[in-house]
């Protein structure tokens, strides 16, 4: 009996250090977010014409970045 409620315990550390791990990543991804709020936005390139631009203001298709609609590949 004891060593079940002893494996339950182990089990729920582990799971708690799992969820504490992926709350980081959120808080992390977040935090960028923040970041964007605040006016300290990261900047982006285009794929086609290599401008810069705010991450708000590009177009983001497939994890690439364009800064408009013209210079999304459409390769659909
Ligand atoms: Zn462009």
């Not at 990261?42 to 690439?64: I, T, W, Y």
């Amino acid at each position: 009996m004891w060593k079940l409620i002893f494996w339950a315990i182990v089990i729920g550390l582990i799971i708690q250090v799992i969820k504490r791990n992926l709350s980081a990543k959120a808080n992390r991804a977040s935090e960028n977010q923040k970041a964007a709020e605040a006016g300290i936005e990261n900047m982006v390139e285009c794929d086609q014409c290599h401008v810069h631009l705010p991450r708000s203001e590009a177009f983001l298709v497939e994890g690439k970045f364009y800064c408009s609609r013209a210079h999304i590949k459409s390769d659909v």
